[in-house]
Structures are given as C-alpha cells and as structure tokens.
C-alpha cells in the first residue's frame, strides 16, 4: 500500500477563496482523521470518521470548515470562505483497528494571503 | 479542562547518553497512550503503543513507561544517535477502545549532538 495520501501537497490562496484538500486512506483502514498542526497549537483534531460516518466534529473550528467521505477511500476536508487564520498544515491520518495506529500522509500546507 | 503537557519544548543531549522524555495528562483517562516521531516537514510517525495495564513497554533502543497514578508517561531512547534527531509526540485517547478520538501533545524537539 502506498500509504495514506493528500493532495495538494502545498496550497496558495487568497482570502476568501474555497479550498478543498483531499485524502485517500489506506485501504482497510475503518477510521479516517483530520488534524491542523501550528506552531502555536501544536496537532488539533478537527474531526474523525468511523466506517465513513462522521462520529465528532466539535475540534472544526467554524461553520466555514466541513468534511466528508462519501465512500472508504476518499475524504475531504472543505474551507468556504478560507482565511488567513486557517493558514496551517492538515493532515489526514487513517487507523489500523487491530493496533490503534495512526498512520499519517505527508500533509497539506495550506497558506491563506 | 483536558490538558497534555509534554516536559518542554527543546531537549539537547550529547550523542550516547539516554534522551529521557516526559508526557503528563490532566482529566483523561486513557485506555492507552501512543509515542510519535515527527521530522521537519513529514507527517508523524508510529513508534509505541503502551496499555493502561502495562507498565513498561520497549523496542529496539525505546523504552516507554505508562503511570496511570501519576498520569505521565516517560519516553526513554537509550544511546542517543543524531538521526534521533527529531520533535516527538505523546498521543491519547479518552478511553476505551481503538475507535476514539486520539489527542496530542505539542511535542518535544530532541537535538542529539555528536
């Protein structure tokens, strides 16, 4: 398996625009998480599914952020309208449900002008 | 609130010597706790996982300690090497089960100079 994998690696864009970042677990990988690391707050969890069900998303920050998963091997994770607050990096990290692993992609730096 | 404090945020020590690293949690109870190592510009990666009935757990030159008295956990690596190099994370969940929300920690930079 190639791992988990986001797209776009890296992302420029101006206030105000939508930004869609993208993950594709690793497959068999029944829970799927999004997290936002900066300096200053370090890994926050924004949301986690479960069997592609979203089970809690009390970390999104506000109603401008949203995520889905519409089947097992693609999730994404919505900014509408982005700012330059968001500007961080997102990762996505998919669970192995046997050991509790986190296995995580290499992220998403999003940076908001 | 529910806080993970790890002991500060840079530790230098000289290549050889034992990197010891501390994880402390306030109003959690976690049915276990995970160790990461993240480098510059990489997602984090896996290294342990320890249960809140083990006390001790090691690998290779790891070695992870879980108090759930003390609500810590210490993270040892033993004849540092530079390539241990690298900011590391405690990770918890809230209990239960390997299906829950996983928190971290803001990590501790290690720096092993030869």
């Known amino acids: 398996d190639a791992g988990v994998i986001q797209s776009p690696r890296h992302e420029v864009t101006e206030m105000g625009q939508e930004v869609t970042l993208r993950c594709k677990p690793i497959?068999?990988?029944?829970?799927l998480f999004w997290y936002r690391q900066t300096m200053m707050r370090g890994l926050e969890l924004l949301i986690y599914?479960?069997?592609?069900?979203?089970?809690?998303d009390s970390g999104m920050p506000e109603d401008r952020f949203s995520a889905k998963m519409p089947n097992a091997s693609f999730s994404t994770l919505k900014i509408q309208p982005s700012e330059p607050r968001d500007s961080a990096v997102y990762f996505c990290?998919?669970?192995?449900?046997?050991?509790?692993?986190?296995?995580f992609g290499e992220g998403s730096r999003l940076t908001v002008l | 609130s529910q806080k993970i404090e790890q002991n500060s945020e840079a530790l230098n020590i000289q290549e050889g010597k034992t990197a010891t690293l501390t994880c402390n949690y306030t109003?959690?109870?976690?049915?276990?706790l995970q160790w990461y190592r993240q480098d510059p510009g990489r997602g984090p990666v896996f290294l342990l996982l320890?249960?809140?009935?083990?006390k001790e757990k090691r690998k290779e030159r790891l070695k992870v300690t879980f108090d759930t008295t003390l609500k810590q956990s210490l993270f040892h690596i033993t004849a540092s090497q530079p390539a241990d190099s690298a900011t590391y994370l405690c990770?918890?969940?809230?209990?239960?089960?390997?299906?829950?929300?996983?928190?971290f920690g803001r990590g501790t930079q290690l720096t092993v100079w030869p």
């Open positions: 320890i249960r809140e009935n083990e």
């Open positions: 497959s068999g990988h029944n829970s």
């Open positions: 990770a918890l969940d809230e209990g239960g089960s390997t299906l829950g929300r996983l928190y």
């Open positions: 990290a998919s669970r192995d449900s046997n050991t509790g692993e986190l296995f």
């Open positions: 109003n959690y109870s976690p049915a276990y």
């Open positions: 599914f479960n069997n592609n069900v979203p089970i809690d």
